[in-house]
C-alpha cells in the first residue's frame, strides 16, 4: 500500500504535464484574426467624388450643393450639405472632401 500514493502522484504529474504540452502544441496552432482595415485612401475619396458629381474648391455657378463627400472618423463618407457645412464654416469634428450636387 505503502507504494500506492507515490503512483498516484506520478500518475498525476504525468497528466499535468501531457496536458501542459498539449496545450502549448494547440496553442501554436490558432491563427490569429485577420485585421480590421477602414479604407481612408484618397484614391477612395477620389472614386466618391467622382461617382458623385462632387467638386473641391469653387463649386459650379448656380449650384447649390445637397451632399457632401466627409470623414468623421469612421472613414469617407456620402453625407448631406449640412454636414459639410458644419465642418466647413462652424468648425465641427470631421474632414470635408468636398460638395456634390
Known amino acids: 500500500m505503502t507504494n500506492f500514493p507515490r503512483a498516484l502522484r506520478a500518475f498525476v504529474l504525468g497528466a499535468v504535464i501531457a496536458v501542459f504540452v498539449l496545450a502549448v502544441i494547440l496553442a501554436d496552432r490558432t491563427e490569429a484574426p ?3 482595415h477602414v479604407d481612408t485612401s484618397a484614391d477612395r475619396v477620389a472614386a466618391m467624388l467622382d461617382a458623385n458629381d462632387c467638386w473641391t474648391g469653387e463649386g459650379p455657378k448656380g449650384v447649390i450643393p445637397g451632399h457632401s463627400v466627409v470623414d468623421l472618423g469612421a472613414g469617407p463618407e ?5 454636414v459639410g457645412f458644419a465642418i466647413w464654416l462652424d468648425g465641427k469634428p ?4 468636398g460638395f456634390c450636387r
Not at 470631421?94 to 472632401?97: A, K, N, T
Open 94 to 97: 470631421g474632414r470635408l472632401f
Open 78 to 82: 456620402y453625407r448631406s450639405s449640412e
Open 34 to 36: 485577420a485585421p480590421v
